[in-house]
């Protein structure tokens, strides 16, 4: 059999999830991904991901997620904000929304959504 690529296997996962791949290509995927970890663990998070959201299920967050998660994305873009222009937001694939050039983001309070009042 013809060996396969990590980055063949990874551009075809979609395909190979959904079934549209020849034969061919199945097995070679299928072979491939019983010996290599890393794109076992690539296509078991896929398909977990694929099998959470097709559920149609409601996951509870802990109480507090949504805070803690609003106030580690303000510091990550404060972050990105105060860092030199080479390498910054671009270089972590942050998008940072538009300060209309005044160097500063208008910060709003978000309520809690897990918090009971």
């Known amino acids: 059999m013809i060996m396969i690529s990590c980055e063949e296997v990874r551009r075809e996962l979609s395909n190979y999830i959904d079934d549209e791949v020849t034969p061919e290509v199945r ?10 970890p890393g794109c076992k663990a690539v296509y078991d998070g896929v398909r977990n991901v694929l099998t959470l959201v097709g559920s149609g299920d409601i ?9 803690r998660l609003f106030e580690r994305l303000a510091g990550r873009r404060e972050l990105a904000i105060d860092a ?3 390498g910054g937001a671009e270089r972590d694939g942050l998008e940072l929304p538009a300060c209309g050039g005044t160097g500063s983001v208008q910060r709003r309070p978000v309520q809690d959504l897990n918090r009971e009042d």
């Open 84 to 86: 030199p222009p080479i």
């Open 59 to 67: 996951i509870e967050l802990p109480r507090g997620f949504s805070l």
């Open 27 to 36: 097995a070679r995927i299928d072979e491939h991904v019983r010996f290599c």
